[in-house]
């Protein structure tokens, strides 16, 4: 399995939820999440990996910029861990 696989998942596991998983882009600024899912009034920024994939440096520095604001990163790199985050989100305690 790789990223684009976890990734094509992800997407339509949010869909069947009723969710958005839109594509992050930012030709200004790299190290940008993946993906932003937007669900009944939140918002989660998710990085794609591989599985047992890491973040890279300037990932984990971006990661460490949108903590400061109140928001966390979330990495996905195995559909077990989509199923787990699908389940996360429809109890809505995040």
Not at 61 to 77: A, H, N, T
Request: glycine fraction near 8%; charged fraction near 30%.
């Amino acid at each position: 399995m790789i990223e684009k696989d976890v990734e094509k998942y992800l997407i339509s596991q949010i869909k069947k939820i009723g969710g958005l998983a839109w594509k992050m882009t930012s030709p200004s600024t790299s190290g940008v999440p993946d993906r932003l899912i937007i669900r009944q009034g939140s918002i989660w920024f998710v990085e794609m990996k591989r599985p047992n994939g890491n973040l890279r440096k300037l990932q984990q520095y971006r990661r460490s910029e949108l903590q400061k604001q109140g928001f966390d990163v979330i990495c996905l790199d195995t559909k077990n861990k989509v199923d787990q985050f699908i389940e996360y989100m429809k109890r809505g305690d995040g």
